[in-house]
């Protein structure tokens, strides 16, 4: 079969990429060529639904509304027969109340053609009866004042009103108007919102299937790494990429698989990659693919599997490694993985996943992609930026008085300083081929939440 490297180098479907250059959007594209939808899926209770991965689509099993409904309180009538009758501009409809229809109390009785019934918001239209008048419109007869009080008092004898106040069908929901019934209310690939859920509840659904959750192995490596709540010797820094990876995968709702730290060194390495491509869908390694450090783990991750090392040109994260690993410890043997090893700075880090690593993510998880937008900014202060590469700044950017947004980058936009990753609410996305900028110039900024 075709190798990752053909595919990245010279001879690949997608174009002449030199892999120590490889365009974002080039990367983003052969990693999605690699990735296979997850297959299983499995019920889950409405509850659990959020967030998930519709697996079907979602049918609806009835109409919604499920009958003809008052949109408005007020009086239900025969509007096609009794509004056409009342001809004359300003003539008046009188209507003796024949009953009360409320919500989940329908009115029951015999229908006269020259009556109405007191109907509320929500309650099944009396069959035989198309129109509502609202109940501002109206005139009382005797017991007025009962008819404008309580749904529960006593109603009006009858109602006055101008014929021109409504038209036919007036204030009337239709039957199946919001869903009907064997029609699709949501669609597979769908990642599940709280108003989808409260949509299948409407329907009366108790479970959906859903894919299953992607599991996503990951550790660092690093010799002067230490973890939290250990001290810190000499020359040594705390492991902070571990937390936001398994921070990231968990705002992408995936199954994250925290494998430790591991040491700079060549068994430790083949040994933790076999025992996460046993377990996991996809790898993520940090560190050690940066030049220098590279070639011991290039030789791991060759000899495990099929993983070509690029040079993104993209600011930060450029170093890349990309591939799939097999638990055999061997091509071909045993269980793979598809393996995305990030560089170890810790913006750097950050960057690499939300630009190549999350789509491939989402399309894995069988959801539909949905691609980041991008909002058109004015960008407070000069930026220098070289063509030839993305750069994915941090910014901190609001809305003035006039509506618009306008973007600040933030001091440092050094791979380390994670701290500006904090500080930013986006990304400023600076094209491949875009040059140096002065302030007041438009930029394109990927905020980072999204509402819902
Ligand atoms: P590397 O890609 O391994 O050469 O690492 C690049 C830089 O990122 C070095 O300064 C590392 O110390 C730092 N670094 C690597 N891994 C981590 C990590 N897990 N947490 C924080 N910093 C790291
Ligand atoms: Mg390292």
């Known amino acids: 079969m075709t190798t990752l490297n053909s595919i990245s180098g010279r001879a690949g479907s997608l174009g002449q990429f030199d892999p120590q250059a490889l365009p974002v959007s080039a990367a983003q594209a052969i990693v999605l060529q690699w990735v296979t939808p997850l297959a299983q899926s499995e019920r889950v209770p409405l509850r659990d639904a959020l967030a998930r991965v519709l697996a079907k689509d979602v049918i609806s099993p009835i109409d919604v509304p499920a009958h003809d409904n008052s949109a408005m309180d007020g009086y239900a009538f025969d509007g096609a027969s009794l509004l056409a009758q009342a001809a004359p501009a300003g003539a008046t409809l009188t209507l003796k109340v024949a009953g009360k229809a409320f919500a989940g109390h329908p009115y029951t009785g015999a229908i006269a053609p020259g009556a109405c019934v007191r109907i509320m918001t929500g309650a099944p239209m009396p069959a035989g009866y198309d129109t509502v008048v609202p109940q501002e419109r109206v005139e009382h007869g005797v017991g007025a004042e009962a008819a404008a009080g309580p749904v529960s008092s006593t109603v009006s004898e009858a109602v006055t009103f101008r014929a021109d106040a409504v038209t036919p069908g007036a204030n009337r929901r239709r039957k199946g108007e919001d869903l009907a019934r064997g ?165 750097a880090t950050m960057v690499a996943f939300y630009q190549i690593v999350r789509p491939a993510l989402i399309a894995m998880s069988g959801a539909t992609p949905q691609p980041m937008p991008l909002i058109p900014a004015r960008c407070d202060a000069p930026i220098k930026k070289r063509p030839g590469r993305t750069e994915f700044q941090r910014g901190v950017a609001e809305r003035d008085a006039q509506g618009q947004w306008r973007v600040a980058p933030t001091g440092s936009q050094s791979s380390g300083a994670l701290s500006t990753m904090s500080e930013a609410n986006c990304f400023i996305v600076l094209a491949h081929e875009s040059a140096d900028l002065d302030a007041g110039d438009t930029v394109d900024i990927m905020l980072f939440d999204g509402l819902v």
């Open 183 to 347: 029609s699709a209310a949501l669609r597979a690939g769908r990642v599940l919102r709280a108003s989808d859920i409260g949509l299948m509840a409407s329907l009366g659904i108790v479970d959906v299937a859903v894919k299953r959750r992607l599991r996503v192995a990951f550790f660092s490596t690093g010799d002067e790494l230490r973890s939290p709540g250990e001290p810190l010797d000499a020359g040594c820094i705390y492991d902070s990429n571990r937390y936001t990876l398994g921070a990231m995968l968990q705002r992408l709702n995936a199954e994250p698989i925290d494998l430790g730290r591991v040491r700079d060194d060549p068994e430790s390495l083949a040994a933790t990659l076999k025992a996460a491509a046993e377990s996991a869908d996809v790898v993520l390694t940090s560190g050690g693919v940066s030049v220098g450090e590279a070639d011991f783990t290039r030789t791991q991750l060759q000899t495990l599997g099929d993983v070509s090392f690029w040079g993104l040109a993209m600011r930060p994260g450029r170093p890349l490694a990309f591939g799939r690993i097999w638990s055999g410890g061997r091509p071909g043997a045993g269980r793979a993985a598809l393996l995305f090893g990030l560089p170890g700075n810790p913006v």
